[in-house]
């Protein structure tokens, strides 16, 4: 079913600004029952956990509604998510955690497509054990990563390969499973970073081969918050740094301090408005997702394929973003301007359209970009072909 994008963007508020918004890559606009759910959360009794007081339920109930939904979105089990305060922060913990086991002669995989959130963390934890680090380079005229490049660097001593999803830069989609499978292979594990891949396809943790995966809400509609997620099973066998009478629970083990209800209250809506993109969608809220995710990707599929059009009878722009299967985000260079020249300018037609290498440092300099990066034009489920048109024709009137 094609989406009703006129209804979706009749509910996020923040379009009334006027904007035609490229920028979702960095985190989208907020739909109404997000904010709502955020609001009546806060309007409500809270207290710390507990089942005694109307507070303590009403928290209980939020996170459990929100492990709930996000192991929905994820195809995860509840008690295997995590929540945390950002996927960078949970990342940092999860390889210190991890690096506990490494020592001098054991590898770890990184590899230049990733955003450095998924590189930084696992160098620094891997130079602290005395490990070494080993990158697998993505082809920069084509934007793919073959899974052979990552074999390549695979020895017995790898004890774990950190690869994303999708790019956030210029949205390769690799081979995920493949590399999984050489991963395990090779006796280690994979960590997945699905930040920008779950804000336009269906999640699935085991399909993937993900041992472990992080998410952002806020890139697909949700508040500001990190979410991880594994078999619990994995979880059991970790021991991270806590307090002494915080729980040992898994997965509250990994959870420090008391953790944002109202945030988790709006993670778990906007996981519910992710599945009613679709309104013919039938079925669990599982199902719902994954239908609503197959009509997100053709709609964004269309209009990528229109930017793409508009960007080549332009002239003068390149376009970096070329592997087969990716994510509807584009980044791009016009000649003889600086991306931020370029930004500035669309940002004065009302078209909001960032410039950078958006923390994929190794990818933008892997590109030959530097780190001043490029134009980065990303789509959402509210991106309509009005806005395309404001896009392509704010491009049409730059100064040459």
């Not at 590898?107 to 955003?115: A, K, P, Q, S």
């Not at 891997?126 to 084509?142: I, S, W």
């Amino acid at each position: 079913m094609a989406l009703d994008v006129d209804a979706i963007r009749a509910r996020i508020p923040a379009l009334k600004s006027g904007s035609a918004r490229f920028d979702a890559p960095g985190g989208t606009q907020t739909p109404q029952p997000v904010i709502d759910a955020v609001a009546e959360a806060l309007s409500r009794p809270l207290a710390n956990r507990g089942r005694t007081t109307e507070g303590e339920r009403n928290a209980d109930g939020i996170v459990t509604r929100a492990r709930g939904a996000l192991a929905d979105l994820l195809g995860a089990d509840p008690r295997g998510v995590v929540f945390g305060r950002s996927a960078t922060q949970l990342t940092y913990d999860l390889s210190r955690t991890l690096a506990r086991t490494w020592g001098p002669g054991d590898e770890v995989v990184v590899t230049r497509l990733d955003h450095d959130s998924n590189i930084r963390p696992w160098i620094q934890a891997a130079e602290a054990a005395g490990a070494a680090v080993r990158y697998a380079d993505f082809d920069a005229d084509t934007g793919e990563l073959d899974p052979g490049r990552v074999a390549a660097v695979l020895s017995p001593r790898t004890r774990l390969v950190a690869l994303t999803a999708a790019s956030n830069l210029i949205g390769t989609r690799p081979d995920v499973p493949a590399v999984a499978a050489l991963a395990h292979g090779a006796g280690a594990l994979l960590h997945v970073d699905a930040v920008h891949h779950a804000a336009h396809a269906a999640v699935d943790l085991a399909a993937l081969g993900a041992d472990t995966l992080v998410c952002s809400p806020y890139k697909f509609l949700g508040p500001h918050l990190g979410v991880l997620a594994a078999r619990p099973e994995f979880l059991e066998g970790l021991r991270p740094d806590k307090l002494l009478p915080s729980s040992d629970a898994v997965p509250e083990r990994f959870e420090l301090g008391t953790l944002p209800y109202e945030l988790l209250a709006g993670a778990a809506a906007a996981v519910d408005f992710l599945a009613g993109l679709d309104g013919a969608a039938r079925g669990d809220r599982r199902a719902r997702l994954t239908a609503s995710f197959a009509a997100l990707e053709a709609h964004e599929c269309v209009l990528r394929e229109r930017i793409e059009r508009g960007l080549a009878d332009l002239g003068g722009i390149t376009v970096h973003s070329r592997a087969a299967h990716r994510t509807p985000t584009l980044l791009f260079t016009v000649a003889g301007l600086r991306p931020a020249e370029v930004s500035a300018h669309l940002a004065g037609h009302g078209v909001d359209a960032p410039a950078g290498s958006f923390y994929a440092l190794e990818a933008s300099r892997h590109l030959g970009l530097g780190d001043e990066g490029g134009v980065r034009v990303g789509l959402a489920p509210y991106s309509s072909a009005e806005d395309v048109d404001r896009l392509l024709t704010a491009l049409a009137r730059l100064p040459r």
